[in-house]
């Protein structure tokens, strides 16, 4: 029975599992969430996970994508997917967020993406800054309506052929939003500035998370990336061609 649990119960059975810290700190939250459901409906007196030893946890600096990687990325990429990849690596948008995003929502002019509540993870509206290098990016391909990014699965051949192309072998888990991120806190030095664009209420997930070491000089780099930085000085442009 639920009232019959006790922490030392619940400790056993945690670092009983045979899995990694952060499962088991997953399975500790999950318990904790549960329990205090059960004591709010009288199930129990208390909440034993509350007292229930913490899994300590190393965690591992975010994975990023170079500058130099970022551009090759850009560079292969069929003109289908740039917008959507674009704005993950220069704006930071969750990849749920972009996959809703519809071009409405996109202001070039005023130079914002409007992230409405019911597309944002946090269920709350926040504007975030499009950098000039994304307005650059964005601008040949804007729309007044309309899908940002493909269905998932047409967004994803073609994504991994460009990875594929630009040599990138190994993608790290959420890369685009780890690289913003990252460079972003670096180029701007200003955390509550970087926490607020990337729709978080604080600073303590962007440093616990999101952030590599990166210099102030590779921010400036990164958000330099522009569709003229990545084409070849032997191709040339039809419009600047006529």
């Known amino acids: 029975l639920i009232v019959e649990m006790t922490t030392k119960d619940l400790d056993a059975w945690l670092f009983s599992l045979k899995c990694a810290p952060q499962t088991r700190a997953n399975h500790r939250r999950l318990l904790h969430n549960f329990f205090s459901y059960a004591k709010g409906r009288g199930y129990c007196d208390e909440n034993p996970v509350s007292r229930a030893a913490k899994v300590k946890l190393v965690r591992k600096a975010p994975g990023i994508l170079a500058p130099a990687d970022a551009a ?21 948008l969750r990849t749920a967020e972009i996959a809703r995003l519809d071009w409405q929502e996109i202001d070039l002019n005023r130079g914002f993406i409007e992230i409405t509540a019911e597309n944002a993870k946090s269920s709350q509206r926040r504007l975030v800054t499009i950098t000039p290098n994304l307005r650059a990016w964005l601008l040949p391909y804007a729309k007044h309506s309309g899908p940002v990014r493909l269905s998932e699965e047409r967004h994803k051949i073609r994504f991994e052929t460009a990875r594929t192309d630009a040599g990138i072998t190994d993608w790290p888990n959420n890369a685009a939003r780890h690289s913003f991120a990252s460079y972003h806190l670096a180029l701007h030095q200003d955390a509550a500035k970087t926490a607020l664009q990337l729709g978080h209420t604080n600073t303590t997930v962007l440093f616990q998370h999101y952030r590599e070491l990166a210099r102030p000089e590779d921010g400036e780099a990164y958000f ?9 000085t032997n191709v040339i442009q039809m419009e600047g061609a006529a």
């Open 72 to 92: 090759a990325l850009l560079a292969a990429c069929p003109a289908e997917i740039v917008p959507a990849v674009a704005i993950g690596l220069f704006a930071g």
């Open 224 to 232: 330099n990336i522009t569709p003229e930085s990545v084409t070849p």
